[in-house]
């Protein structure tokens, strides 16, 4: 089987050029893959939404590869590389287009992460993590004894082949706001469980008497959230990273929706959780939550979701789900998410090489 494995076209210089035919392909791979992966209607974008998930910016580099049988693309290797810390990492996204036969998949993921690892190399990254399809439970246990992935799989045996091994495997899971019909008075108690704290919330970028605390909470998180072995180094963020991240979050039309609990007696800010609401469909994201260690033990962490679950409710109704991902060893925010409806569709394996010079 002939692979054309090459650089992807440039994209567009913003959001309203018109994209070139191989992104319309890509875009419509994208959509299938994610289809595939986590079920019709979980993880869906525009055009605009996907062109922005693939800009860098002064924070990260992202590139793609893309695998060519004839004229139909069958296959997308995005590159993720960090610019500020972990700098020996290269992270590598795979999508393929999952109507083709396993062995034809297999062989394309072999094309491509042959060409990622000598690319990252090249650049000076010696780990390589890898994303592929994971599995509560299989032949092959990840290290935190959580999730667990099958090395036969078309999107793994490659990898296995070459050195890589299963870090951790993430929970996909979906909440049905529909279904939960007690919200209200779930967030009552909360908040009286939580009365030390006050809740502060906004839509987009951080308002500027919250930038600091968000900037602290973002680097609390980056050392909080486990990583298994991955090889993923405290993070710092000053005001600029804080605003190319809530920039590119947003691209493409999406919206940021955030809250925030804020101690009454210090004014310390506590932890957060934010929701990506896209533009189209019905499932908004989860992204982040955190509580920080001092503030734990309030209920903060189900307070905060509930309070977005019921945000989310009065701006944008038709936004009537909510997708997150999670550490399958995180067992407290696993309970949490469990508690506010969250129940698993996928799993996600998270794999790493070491040494790839």
Request: aromatic share 6%.
């Amino acid at each position: 089987m002939q692979i054309d494995i090459r650089p992807a076209a440039p994209l567009p210089d913003d959001d309203a050029a018109a994209p070139g035919d191989e992104l319309q392909l890509a875009y419509e791979l994208n959509e299938r893959a994610n289809a595939a992966r986590f079920g019709e209607g979980i993880y869906v974008n525009t055009l605009p939404e996907f062109a922005a998930l693939l800009r860098s910016d002064e924070t990260e580099r992202i590139d793609r590869l893309v695998a060519w049988r004839g004229e139909r693309l069958a296959g997308v290797l995005t590159t993720y590389t960090t610019l500020i810390d972990s700098t020996d990492v290269a992270d590598l996204s795979l999508q393929l287009d999952p109507a083709l036969p396993a062995g034809e998949q297999a062989a394309i993921v072999e094309a491509l992460v042959a060409r990622g690892i000598d690319e990252a190399s090249a650049r000076g990254r010696s780990t390589i993590v890898a994303s592929t399809v994971g599995a509560r439970t299989g032949p092959v246990t990840a290290r935190t004894g959580h999730g667990a992935a099958d090395p036969t799989h078309p999107e793994v045996a490659p990898l296995v082949a070459r050195g890589f091994e299963l870090e951790q495997v993430y929970r996909v899971s979906v909440a049905d706001l529909a279904r939960l019909t007690d919200l209200d008075a779930r967030h009552a108690a909360g908040l009286e469980r939580a009365a030390g704290y006050e809740l502060v919330r906004w839509i987009g970028e951080t308002p500027a008497e919250h930038r600091e605390g968000m900037r602290m909470l973002h680097e609390r998180m980056s050392v909080d959230a486990p990583v298994a072995g991955l090889a993923w180094e405290p993070e710092t963020w000053d005001d600029a990273r804080l605003t190319a991240f809530e920039q590119g979050k947003q691209g493409g039309g999406r919206s940021l929706l955030t809250v925030a609990a804020r101690e009454r007696a210090s004014g310390e800010l506590a932890g957060f959780s934010t929701l990506i609401l896209p533009t189209t469909g019905d499932v908004a994201r989860q992204h982040d939550t955190l509580v920080t260690q001092p503030h734990r033990g309030y209920g903060l962490g189900m307070l905060l979701k509930l309070d977005n679950m019921l945000r989310l409710r009065e701006l944008r109704p038709e936004l009537t789900r909510i997708v997150t991902w999670n550490a399958e060893e995180n067992r407290p925010m696993l309970a949490v998410n469990e508690r506010c409806g969250f129940e698993p569709i996928a799993y996600e394996a998270q794999w790493q090489r070491k040494d790839a010079r």
